[in-house]
């Protein structure tokens, strides 16, 4: 029970950084733009909200299901993992605290865009449409948590659903909050930013540190032997 709350609480965490990480935010506020096109209905304002990130959520499932199970569906790939799994997972560890800290530069390929005209223009459903676009529009941040972290992680617990959820739930996260801080009135909003980017700057470190030493610790048992 512990080792499924401590997965659930890891990929609920990982979403969440994701969401504040510079490219993956820059796509939330568009979002936010978005949801806050019905200021003058605040329930529609939440909603739209709650529904971006319920698309983001079950976008991260659909992907999770297949990669994992493509994964695991192949006898010598689900074996080799069985076996190294440990092993394969603390270099990688290492190579994303890296990567956080930005002691390594990924290539960008993507950046959050604005919404599309036709989707501005459209309601809830709209709104659950855009969390399913962006969630697609991995970036090296969002890429790097999902498929170098995540993944492993879902692998480990064989966790095809819940995971990649919390995971969704955790990147979507902001935009509920915002939302909501929208109806409560606009000079919150301006305080939640100042947060979120404080957050980030301790937090993305934070987690980078961590993680490379979980990576260091699994090298020099699973890889080297020395413990």
Known sequence: MTEVLAAAGSALWLGILTSISPCPLASNVAAISFVARHVGAPR???????????????????????????I????????????????VLGPLLVLIGAVMLGWLRLPTWGRG????????????????????????SFCPVSAGLFFGALIPLSIGADSRVLLPALYGVGTGLPVVVFSVLIVVGAQGVGRAFRVLTAIDRAARPATGVVFILAGLYLTATHVLGLL
């Open 44 to 70: 529609r304002v939440v909603l739209a909200g709650i529904a971006y990130t319920l698309g983001r959520a079950l976008t991260y499932v659909l992907v999770g299901i297949l990669v994992v199970s493509s």
């Open 113 to 136: 865009w604005a919404p599309p005209e036709r989707l501005a223009r459209s309601g809830i459903g709209g709104a659950g449409l855009l969390g399913v676009l962006f969630a697609l």
């Open 72 to 87: 695991l569906s192949i006898p010598s790939v689900a074996l080799f993992l069985q076996e190294r799994m440990n092993q």
